[in-house]
């Protein structure tokens, strides 16, 4: 049970771990609120989304997938370090040139070998037409070694990382990211401004990755590529493509923009309080 000092309420945000406060929090009568970030919902969503008063949505089209229960579209919160970076004070801090375009390459706190594949066995082609390009690859532990084996033979300004714990300047300096589509990513992307290739996990529970791309995809902000279907020759030339044409990032980045919602957290704490304080006048 609570102790003493009981919450006014209750949020989950997914996962198992959060269906006994939500029990719980239904037990002993106060709100209880649920976030699904993905279009997909996940299993512990779809279960805990029969207990809870209200339901916040990241995309709106995962609107249908929780029936008649009160639902609002939310958008996902990021930390407010994601916006409005200087990209030349980024590229500086991470030692790299703003006269040049830079990519970020990230498969997530754990890499993707998928990606990191497709990104260095395009390279060779990459160097020979983009050859002022700068690299940033985040790749995770298992390929750290091959992929910066990989970027050691080309003439390419480039620097690998495992893991790296600065994505507000990543995201500022970057010029376009390769990455996969899961929620969080897609919510920093949008609010960076910074457009995107997008690699969905082909593996992913319900295929939610591929649904958040897609839904991505329609504001014009990203290009979906499938992992299973993409050689690397195709990868480079959609790479190729887009650093060669500056209007056509431009467009893309005010798309991505498009898709912040920079009050998500406010607009999800208002919620919550009006709640609150609605069920306290009607006890």
Same mark, same amino acid.
């Given at each position: 049970h609570f102790a003493n000092d009981q919450p006014d309420a209750v949020l989950a945000m997914g996962g198992f771990t959060a269906a006994a406060s939500i029990r719980v929090g239904c037990q002993v009568n106060i709100p209880t609120f *649920?976030? !699904?970030? %993905?279009?997909? $919902?996940? &299993? @512990? %969503? &779809?279960? *805990?989304s029969r207990w809870v008063d209200e339901i916040f949505v990241g995309f709106d089209a995962a609107r249908k997938r929780f029936g008649q229960k009160k639902i609002i579209e939310s958008g996902t919160p990021v930390r407010s370090e994601f916006r409005n970076q200087n990209r030349d004070e980024c590229c500086g801090r991470l030692g790299f040139d703003a006269a040049k375009p830079l990519i970020l390459v990230t498969g997530g706190s754990q890499g993707a070998r998928g990606v990191n594949q497709m990104v260095t066995g395009a390279l060779p082609r990459l160097t020979n037409h983009l050859p002022d390009t700068q690299w940033l690859h985040l790749c995770g532990p298992h390929d750290l070694a091959e992929v910066k084996r990989a970027y050691g033979i080309t003439c390419l300004r480039s620097a690998v990382h495992s893991f790296f714990h600065d994505m507000p300047s990543a995201l500022g300096a970057a010029d376009l990211v390769i990455s996969r589509s899961g929620a969080s990513s897609l919510a !920093? *992307? @949008? /609010? /960076? %401004?910074? $457009? /995107?290739i997008l690699v969905p996990l082909p593996t992913a529970a319900d295929d939610h990755q591929r649904a958040n791309a897609r839904a991505a995809a329609i504001s014009g902000g990203v290009i979906v590529l499938e992992e299973t279907e993409t050689t690397s020759d195709a990868f480079a030339e959609q790479v190729v493509g887009l650093i060669s044409d500056t209007g056509k990032l431009m467009e893309m980045a005010n798309a991505m923009k498009m898709l912040d919602r920079p009050d998500a957290a406010k607009l999800i704490a208002a919620r919550i309080l009006e709640t609150c304080e609605k069920r306290a006048i009607d006890s």
């Open positions: *649920l976030h !699904e970030s %993905n279009v997909v $919902p996940g &299993r @512990a %969503n &779809r279960f *805990l !920093e *992307l @949008a /609010a /960076a %401004n910074v $457009p /995107a």
